[in-house]
């Protein structure tokens, strides 16, 4: 073999081997630990993945209800504590919990009278909050178990869960075979991806639902919070959060939030929701990946910033967390959310997108959390 073509075949060789050990030493720092987080009533075992980065952050999430329970991420001094509101066994997921870190459908947030049409048949829905319909009903995606495989690329480790959804569940037509993948890398960003397809024209609307409180979960209010909105307007409900087809300015009221701003500061004004519970319509929302909110801790340096295709945001400050073990303790305005999601009663609503979903189409959204620190 000439000289020349033995070196660039060795070469290729050491490139190849090189390329290989590089691949493992990603797989290496990255890491998915799977335990038996427990039992279901009907003696179903529930499994906790564990998704751990280089720097040893991690998140922690269950089969059941795709939920995820912890978000280990540290302050600005290197102290890791875990930012997002769960339970320590799973007995606490089998309560009246108020959807701590699940993933939310058929439909997120609430519908009107838990009813609407399609092709002019109604359906109706189970109610569950006052008249209406709220979070996917009675038994949500987040009270299914799912069904978890692991997920590892270079970059990212992760769990994918799937779940089918009968015809007729909670009173929505159409199988609905619903997919949620969880993905961590090592620049601290989780990574949510919702799809679904059905066999019957149907609406869906999937969110998570996670509490966060950045300052580290029982670490007590979240007034001091800054949060900022790429949110020019949000949608008008009327006493019992139905949407009257208005979208405001926020211009003017304790809901602007376009320039950074403290939740404490002015969510007394807002009574009849005993805080903030609004969502919010995304700036030049079209369908791409864009960021929507940021949320910073003064005290730890903890910041949050959300990327999301979604149109909408919903803003909420755990107005009516429990203070008892179906809250995990905490107290009204311990934590808060912003859920990525298309607007309430939106079946009901011409003018807001849509969440129809017809047979030979898919639904696919993505949010991206990313976490980091301020000095």
């Not at 092709?119 to 987040?142: S, V």
Request: hydrophobic share 35%; aromatic share 8%.
């Amino acid at each position: 073999m000439p000289c020349k073509q033995l070196m660039l075949t060795v070469f290729a060789m050491v490139g190849l081997v090189l390329n290989t050990f590089s691949q493992e030493r990603n797989n290496l720092d990255m890491k998915i630990d799977r335990v038996v987080f427990g039992t279901t009533p009907d003696g179903k075992p529930v499994s906790r993945f564990t998704l751990t980065n280089r720097a040893g952050n991690s998140v922690e999430l269950i089969d059941l209800g795709a939920i995820v329970t912890a978000i280990n991420v540290p302050d600005r001094d290197g102290k890791r504590i875990n930012i997002n509101a769960g339970f320590p066994t799973l007995d606490g997921y089998f309560l009246k919990h108020p959807h701590f870190g699940a993933t939310v459908g058929r439909f997120a947030n609430r519908i009107a009278q838990g009813k609407f049409s399609i092709d002019g048949k109604e359906y109706t829905l189970a109610t569950n909050n006052g008249p209406n319909h709220l979070h996917g009903g009675l038994i949500g995606f987040d009270r299914q178990m799912w069904s978890a495989s692991e997920m590892e690329t270079d970059t990212q480790v992760g769990v994918r869960l799937e779940l089918t959804s009968p015809d007729g569940q909670e009173g929505y037509p159409g199988t609905v075979k619903a997919v949620a993948e969880y993905l961590w890398d090592n620049e601290n960003r989780l990574r949510a991806r919702f799809s679904a397809t059905t066999d019957k024209p149907t609406h869906i609307n999937i969110t998570n639902h996670a509490y966060f409180n950045l300052g580290g979960i029982g670490a007590g209010k979240i007034y001091d919070h800054v949060v900022q909105l790429e949110c020019d307007e949000y949608v008008d409900v009327d006493e019992t959060f139905i949407p009257n087809g208005k979208t405001p300015h926020v211009e003017g009221t304790p809901l602007d939030f376009r320039q950074p701003e403290t939740l404490g500061k002015r969510i007394d004004q807002l009574p009849a929701t005993k805080g903030y519970d609004h969502c919010y319509v995304i700036r030049n929302a079209d369908g791409t990946l864009r960021k929507c909110a940021t949320a910073y801790d003064p005290k730890s340096g903890r910041a949050m910033d959300i990327q999301t295709t979604q149109p909408g945001v919903q803003l909420y400050t755990g107005n009516h967390l429990t203070s008892n073990e179906a809250s995990a303790g905490l107290a009204p305005r311990d934590a808060f959310c912003l859920e990525t999601q298309h607007y309430p009663d939106t079946p009901n609503q011409s003018t807001f997108p849509s969440t129809l979903l017809k047979p030979g189409e898919t639904m696919l959204e993505t949010t991206v959390f990313r976490f980091y620190t301020v000095k």
